[in-house]
């Protein structure tokens, strides 16, 4: 499966921004798919994940109750909706895919995306 994500920019603190990942070249119901994020400096983190049904969800602590992700099967896509976005937010947003169960762990994720910047300023 090919991913691609898009919809980073900039965006003051408090404010709200959505991230999208479109996937093709396979039946995007097989995969379980996640977000992370890379700071500058920093190693690529877990944010948020979602089931193959998207019936099951699960996030990092420290974007509870502000990002939701989703995903639409019928198109093809995953998302991450973000809110009251923090300066600490700022990375580079990849989604990634893995067959059958999903995980938090970067190394478990074989598809990647190319990353789309997201920008949180003061």
């Known amino acids: 499966v090919q991913l691609q994500a898009r919809g980073g920019g900039l965006v003051q603190a408090g404010g709200s921004l959505r991230v999208s990942c479109a996937a093709s070249g396979s039946i995007l119901t097989r995969y379980a798919m996640a977000w992370f994020r890379q700071a500058p400096g920093k190693d690529r983190e877990f944010v948020a994940a979602?089931?193959?049904?998207?019936?099951?969800?699960s996030y990092t602590d420290s974007v509870k109750g502000r990002f939701t992700i989703s995903r639409d099967n019928a198109k093809n896509l995953v998302y991450l909706q973000m809110n009251s976005l923090e300066r600490e937010d700022t990375a580079v947003y990849y989604c990634a895919a893995r067959m059958w169960v999903a995980t938090m762990r970067v190394d478990d994720y074989v598809f990647w995306g190319q990353g789309t910047q997201v920008t949180v300023s003061s």
């Open positions: 979602i089931s193959r049904s998207g019936d099951s969800t």
